[in-house]
Nanobody, 129 residues
Framework: QVDLVESGGGSVQAGGSLRLSCEIRQRGNLGYCIAWFRQFPGKESEGVAN??????????LYADSVKGRFFLSRDNTKNSVYLQMNNLKPEDTGIYYCAAGGSYCNGDPPETWVIGRYWGRGTQVIVSS
C-alpha cells in the first residue's frame, strides 16, 4: 500500500513560483517511479513530469507545456518528491496530483501516461493574470 500526500499549492500571480511536495508513505522501500499529473476543470488529467526511484532517471520527461519552467527533484531521505514550478501561467491553473504504480519511467511521453495504481488527493494551483 502506498499513500501519497501532496502539499504546496496556492494562488499566485502569473510569473510567480510554487513548490509542490509529494510525501510518499509506504511500507518498505519499494522505490517507485513517481509522476505528477494535473487536471483542468472538465478535462482528463495530463502527465506533467516523472522521476525515477533513485532521483536520477535517464527517462525523466516533462510535458512540452512545462519544459524549462518546471523542475522535479526527489529526496529519498524524506520520502518526498518536489515539483518546482517557475514562471507560472494562468493556463497552469488546475489540481496537481502525484502518482505511483504506473509505467511513467519507461520512456513513453507524458501525454501517454495513465495515472496508475496510486495517487493522492491533489493540491490546487491557481495562477491569476
Amino acid at each position: 500500500q502506498v499513500d501519497l500526500v501532496e502539499s504546496g499549492g496556492g494562488s499566485v500571480q502569473a510569473g510567480g513560483s510554487l513548490r509542490l511536495s509529494c510525501e510518499i508513505r509506504q511500507r518498505g522501500n519499494l522505490g517507485y517511479c513517481i509522476a505528477w499529473f494535473r487536471q483542468f476543470p472538465g478535462k482528463e488529467s495530463e502527465g506533467v513530469a516523472n522521476i525515477g526511484s533513485d532521483g536520477v532517471s535517464p527517462n525523466q520527461l516533462y510535458a512540452d507545456s512545462v519544459k524549462g519552467r518546471f523542475f522535479l527533484s526527489r529526496d529519498n531521505t524524506k520520502n518526498s518528491v518536489y515539483l518546482q514550478m517557475n514562471n507560472l501561467k494562468p493556463e497552469d491553473t488546475g489540481i496537481y496530483y502525484c502518482a505511483a504504480g504506473g509505467s511513467y519511467c519507461n520512456g513513453d511521453p507524458p501525454e501517454t501516461w495513465v495515472i496508475g495504481r496510486y495517487w493522492g488527493r491533489g493540491t490546487q494551483v491557481i495562477v491569476s493574470s
